[in-house]
């Protein structure tokens, strides 16, 4: 019996070895672009055989399993702030691969279509509007009939870069917000239910009477949800969709993409949109890590932002602007291994 | 009036019986209930394709579970290899040296270790393992499952081993047949079953498993057999895909729940045919 | 039998019997020492890791209840009032049902097909995987309670304090039942046959001679289930509704410690986030401990005891 266990343990072990054939790469973070990047990676490992495992924890968490070097690259649509660059044990790149948007979702019989701005959708996240009903609502609807039913507001449950957009923008076009909730991945939200996950959310608001929430827009649209019109800064009702959010992205680019694009100045733009970013260590070459690996990572983002752009549109996300892929191509070439570059 | 106080008490009693009945029958409802939403919502999609595709992308249809089924064996394989062995070894210390200091205390610590929260446990190990490896893996998550292994196939060894009649153990020592031999050689399998009762319940609890699993193992959209990289299992699937808003998903995960019941309901009964063949044998 | 101690056999052995005998003894002692080293280890990692956040807030943790990972500040209340509502809750609803069976399996029909049957059942309950539960509630109790939650007119959620009770008191009923029954079949004979022999009727027994005597028992089996309840994470997390606010009535939405552990581990960027998080699971593990250890001291004098 003793040596049945010990040639277990042998197999077990070399395992290992023998799978040195196909390379592996593991990336964690947002669900925001995961419907993108499932297929995104399914297609390349059709392609190219190498797999990438991704799982969709959250931005907060991408940003974490980054940092403690347990994954290959992280995955957020909330850059990460300057301290936590600095306190990180080496540089860290962020490279945009799509832009996407926030939509506003909610759950009313006959699924009509309804129009908000900004200080009503502050309000209903902060508690003060409480009621389908309310005043403010019907003047901005006009026609639609809104039943006399209770708001239920769905948020996310963890820390998430979706809840960053989202209360980037709300901080934005509300004071009161501001003061009483801020911006970030995670937040204490006032009223409401928390879910896990874009999937979550989503799912709780498709089969829940009179709830409404924030939602990557594919997620949304992937399940017949209705979306909300929201007044952009211009005055003008916008629709969430790949056009309207890469007209938000049209404005002058820092060089390492780190921007939020919400309430954009674009009078056409969709005023929640927002870059999603792979974070990567600049330089390759930590932890043991094998040259293998960065050209792997560098490959798999190159063609990311060439080849798999084309994927982006049907599933409800905007490819980068030529501007953004210019820069993004930049970043990538700033990857090195011990210092030299990798993908020149 | 007599009468009518006894007649009362009756009426009582009955009633008290016909409550009591009503309580216990309506208690079995649950189970019946779960075990027939699963059926109806799941057995469709067990397919062949279904135990042997890697799951598909989001807004594709169709996929398997192949992925989620090979990790959670190859967990349960990870966390039975060192628990058995440890887990007995624990036991048989507990029976035969019950009166040192150190049973006591270990017994204490087996308690507390059966009792605490599965994501306490997570906790554990992600900060003992993956941290310091430096990665997700199969076998921080068979390390976690196998910590909760421990109680349940040490208390089951105690157990099985404290029933055994005495006199077994001094006919073997009188014929001059060293302790240790005689514990290995002769106790041991003779309490084969109960031991085995104790691993078998201990594998069908920690299978379906997830909190402890969220991270450590991390789960994988691929098949991987490395039990140095991340795992896909099947509670991750059920609990991913439940909390996802795509019917398909669904559809996979009553899938995965029928399976997944299926394998601790027959685990149980085989743990309850066992137990009766056991019993007889003294 | 060959024999054992020919010399050509002792002589040939590698190691000797004393040896062998000393390899063993050393395994097995080594095997009930890493017990024990596994728990301190985890208690103390417990412990090292929630170092910052103890440190920072100190006993106000227990009493904050604002849990605001944007502006750093935590404290633990809001995940204690939902824990300990869920649980005691359960605990109630489940109580009579688990009193039930093991009151029937335990006096009146200990052998027969329906109490084999309930003994299964009960067995296969305890089976179950959480997820599993969690699942099942998630798509066939969430929507029935949401329709009665609009019946008696409270807000819809579906999820909350009330729907986490139910599913967690159908888990935890096999741990009060089977507890309850071995000790109810304990009861000696003769204080139930002296009852009968004053007229008393199967009732009376029961509520008056049975339980009474069985009482620390079942107490026992109650501390057992609440143990279980307390630390149950997945059935929970999946129909608590996830919401850090103190909970204000029966059908809000809420956490546990253990939901909201398993909820924000992964994401905790800030190391008090992280910390925090960790103290969580500290509480909940000496709660639960503590409860585990009173239950089993319980058990263990009644066994002995008798």
């Known amino acids: 019996m003793l040596l049945t266990c010990f040639f277990l343990l042998l197999c077990l072990f070399t395992c290992p070895a023998t799978r040195a054939g196909s390379m592996e790469l593991i990336g964690a973070g947002a669900t925001f672009p995961y419907p993108l990047y499932s297929k995104l990676f399914y297609v390349y490992w059709q392609q190219t055989g190498t797999k990438i495992n991704y799982q969709a924890i959250g931005s907060g968490g991408g940003q974490r399993q980054l940092v403690n070097m347990t994954v290959d690259f992280g995955c957020s649509d909330a850059f990460m702030s300057d301290e936590a660059l600095r306190t990180a044990p080496a540089e860290i790149l962020h490279v945009p691969t799509c832009l996407g948007a926030v939509a506003v979702t909610y759950n009313l019989p006959g699924n009509p279509q309804l129009r908000f701005t900004p200080d009503i959708i502050a309000d209903i996240f902060l508690g003060k509007v409480a009621r389908w009903n309310e005043p403010r609502i019907i003047a901005a609807n006009p026609g639609q009939n809104l039943p006399d039913q209770d708001i239920a507001v769905v948020h996310r449950s963890e820390g998430s870069g979706t809840t960053f957009v989202f209360t980037d923008y709300l901080r934005k076009v509300s004071d009161a917000w501001e003061k009483r909730v801020g911006r970030g991945k995670a937040v204490n939200w006032p009223v409401g239910l928390g879910s896990k996950g874009n999937p979550g959310v989503a799912g709780v608001i498709k089969y829940f009477p009179g709830a409404i929430g924030y939602v990557e827009l594919g997620y949304a649209l992937l399940n017949d949800m209705p979306v909300a019109l929201i007044r952009n800064k211009a005055g003008r009702f916008v629709r969430p969709d790949p056009k309207t959010t890469s007209i938000a992205a049209d404005i002058p680019l820092p060089e390492d993409t780190r921007v939020t694009l919400t309430d954009t100045d674009a009078p056409l733009g969709y005023p929640i949109s927002s870059f999603t970013w792979l974070l990567v260590f600049k330089d390759q070459a930590y932890r043991g890590r094998s040259e293998a690996k960065g050209k792997a990572l560098t490959g798999a983002l190159w063609w990311m932002i060439h080849e798999g752009q084309q994927y982006a549109e049907p599933l409800h996300y905007a490819p980068l602007s030529p501007e953004a892929r210019k820069k993004a191509e930049n970043i990538i070439r700033a990857m090195s291994y011990y210092g030299s570059p990798i993908h020149p | 009036m007599r009468e009518s106080r006894l007649t009362w008490r009756i009426a009582k009693d009955r009633g008290f019986r016909g409550m009591i009945i009503f309580l216990a029958l309506l208690s079995m409802a649950p189970l019946v209930l779960i075990i027939f939403y699963i059926m109806r919502n799941g057995l469709l999609s067990l397919t062949w394709n279904f135990f042997v595709e890697l799951p598909r992308p989001v807004g594709e249809g169709g996929g398997g579970i192949s992925n989620a089924l090979v990790g959670t064996g190859l967990l349960v394989l990870i966390a039975a290899i060192p628990s058995i062995p440890l887990g007995v070894a624990a036991g048989i210390y507990l029976c035969e040296y019950r009166e040192k200091k150190l049973a006591y205390w270990a017994a204490l610590a087996v308690d507390v270790l059966q009792g605490t929260p599965s994501i306490v446990i997570g906790i554990i190990v992600y900060v003992w393992v993956v941290v310091s490896v430096g990665s997700f893996s199969a076998l921080s998550g068979g390390m976690a499952l196998g910590i909760m292994m421990l109680p349940m196939i040490i208390k089951g060894t105690e157990e099985t081993l404290m029933l055994i009649p005495h006199a077994m153990k001094e006919a073997a020592l009188a014929l001059g047949v060293p302790y240790y031999r005689t514990i290995l050689k002769v106790i041991l399998p003779a309490g084969a079953s109960g031991i085995m009762t104790g691993v078998l319940i201990s594998i069908g609890r920690v299978a379906g498993e997830t909190a402890p699993l969220l991270f450590t193992a991390f789960g994988n959209a691929f098949m991987n057999l490395n039990v140095l990289k991340p795992v896909n299992a099947l509670p991750m699937l059920i609990y991913n895909y439940a909390t996802s808003p795509y019917p398909e998903w669904h559809r996979l995960a009553w899938g995965a729940s029928c399976v997944l019941v299926g394998f601790v309901l027959t685990l149980n009964l085989s743990v309850r045919i066992m137990t009766r063949r056991w019993k007889v044998q003294f | ?213 069985a009482r620390s028992g079942i107490m026992a089996g109650i501390l057992l289930a609440l143990g279980r309840a307390l630390g149950e994470t997945m059935a929970v997390t999946m129909v608590i509704g996830n919401s850090n606010l103190l909970p204000k009535g029966l059908f809000s939405p809420s956490n546990t410690m253990a939901s909201v552990i398993a909820n924000e581990f992964t994401e905790a960027t800030a190391r008090l986030y992280l910390s925090a998080l960790v103290e969580v699971g500290l509480i909940l593990f000496l709660v639960t401990m503590i409860i585990n250890i009173i239950g089993k001291y319980i058990i263990k004098r009644i066994r002995v005891g008798g």
């Open chain 3, 1 to 213: 039998m060959e024999a054992l101690f020919t010399p050509e056999r002792i002589r040939s052995r590698k190691l000797s019997v004393k040896g062998r005998e000393v390899v063993f003894q050393k395994t097995v002692f080594l095997s009930a020492l890493f017990i024990v080293v596994l728990l301190l280890g985890i208690f103390l990692s417990l412990i090292v890791y929630s170092y910052p956040s103890l440190n920072t807030f100190g006993a106000s943790f227990l009493f904050g209840r604002v849990w605001n990972p944007v502006r750093g500040t935590f404290g633990v209340l809001p995940f204690l009032v939902g824990t300990l509502a869920t649980s005691f809750l359960a605990l109630a609803i489940s109580l009579p049902f688990s009193l039930a069976i093991a009151i029937f399996i335990g006096e009146y029909s200990r052998e027969g097909w329906l109490s084999s049957i309930l003994k299964q059942v009960t067995e296969l309950l305890a089976g179950v995987p959480s997820i599993i539960y969690g699942f099942w509630a998630l798509f066939v109790l969430v929507p029935v309670i949401r329709k009665m939650e609009i019946g008696v007119g409270v807000f819809p959620y579906g999820v909350g304090i009330f729907s986490a009770s139910l599913i967690l008191s159908v888990m935890i009923i096999p741990y009060t039942a089977s507890m309850g029954r071995e000790v109810i079949a304990l009861v000696p004979s003769d204080i139930k046959e002296a009852a009968y022999s004053l007229g008393a009727t199967r009732q009376e027994v029961i509520t008056k001679v049975v339980l009474p005597y």
